[in-house]
T-cell receptor, first 115, second 116 residues
Framework: AQSVTQPDIHITVSEGASLELRCNYSYGATPYLFWYVQSPGQGLQLLLK??????LVQGIKGFEAEFKRSQSSFNLRKPSVHWSDAAEYFCAVGPGRGAGNKLTFGGGTRVLVKP | GAVVSQHPSRVICKSGTSVKIECRSLDFQATTMFWYRQFPKQSLMLMAT?????????EQGVEKDKFLINHASLTLSTLTVTSAHPEDSSFYICSARSRPGNTEAFFGQGTRLTVV
């Protein structure tokens, strides 16, 4: 069975500082990996995704993530956070094409940005 | 990008009544829609998967008679919470996928259901 772990429940970062959110997954085959952001009371917005190819993936809003198969990780990074980046971030893994696209989400990491 | 719209965004209902939540794909045809439930400060849990024109597939532990899902067209799926109780209060989110082989799904903005 696939699973996703986000070890950090909360992260507080100062505006302008760098941010890294951890994500570890468990899946038997090559996973399809996603990062989503959720603002309070809102749905999910896709930040980036990894299917194959270059293991460093660029997303929207200045985010990037690196797939490391040896570590079963897909950590999200941003060099300089903005106050508007305060939100909940979810890592998700999917089983790939033709398998129903049932996404399994991590528990989420809430990011607080200090002025 | 593809847009998925949920309606209503918030609803308050009395215990024992039924509530319908709509999920529409605005600029693409959604062969598959997914319904998730999210408790406060928790992650999303998949409730069911619905394919257009067929019965929904429910995840283990989800009562299909309580959470009725209809996917009658390629742009609309509905979730009806029947005989709602306070413990059904939650944030419900749908997502939609355009093609069976397409892994990426697009999410609606969610519906906050409060049962009083």
């Amino acid at each position: 069975a696939q699973s996703v772990t986000q070890p950090d429940i909360h992260i507080t970062v100062s505006e302008g500082a760098s941010l890294e959110l951890r994500c570890n997954y468990s899946y038997g085959a090559t996973p399809y990996l996603f990062w989503y952001v959720q603002s309070p009371g809102q749905g999910l917005q896709l930040l980036l995704k990894y299917f194959s190819g270059d293991t460093l993936v660029q997303g929207i809003k200045g985010f990037e993530a690196e797939f490391k198969r040896s570590q079963s990780s897909f950590n999200l990074r941003k060099p300089s956070v903005h106050w508007s980046d305060a939100a909940e971030y979810f890592c998700a893994v999917g089983p790939g094409r033709g398998a129903g696209n049932k996404l399994t989400f991590g528990g989420g990491t809430r990011v607080l940005v200090k002025p | 990008g593809a847009v998925v719209s949920q309606h209503p965004s918030r609803v308050i209902c009395k215990s024992g009544t039924s509530v319908k939540i709509e999920c529409r794909s605005l600029d693409f045809q959604a062969t598959t829609m997914f319904w998730y439930r999210q408790f406060p400060k928790q992650s999303l849990m998949l409730m069911a998967t619905s394919n257009e024109g067929s019965k929904a597939t429910y995840e283990q532990g989800v009562e299909k008679d309580k959470f009725l899902i209809n996917h009658a067209s390629l742009t609309l799926s509905t979730l009806t919470v029947t005989s709602a109780h306070p413990e059904d209060s939650s944030f419900y989110i749908c997502s939609a996928r355009s093609r069976p082989g397409n892994t990426e799904a697009f999410f609606g903005q969610g519906t906050r259901l409060t049962v009083v």
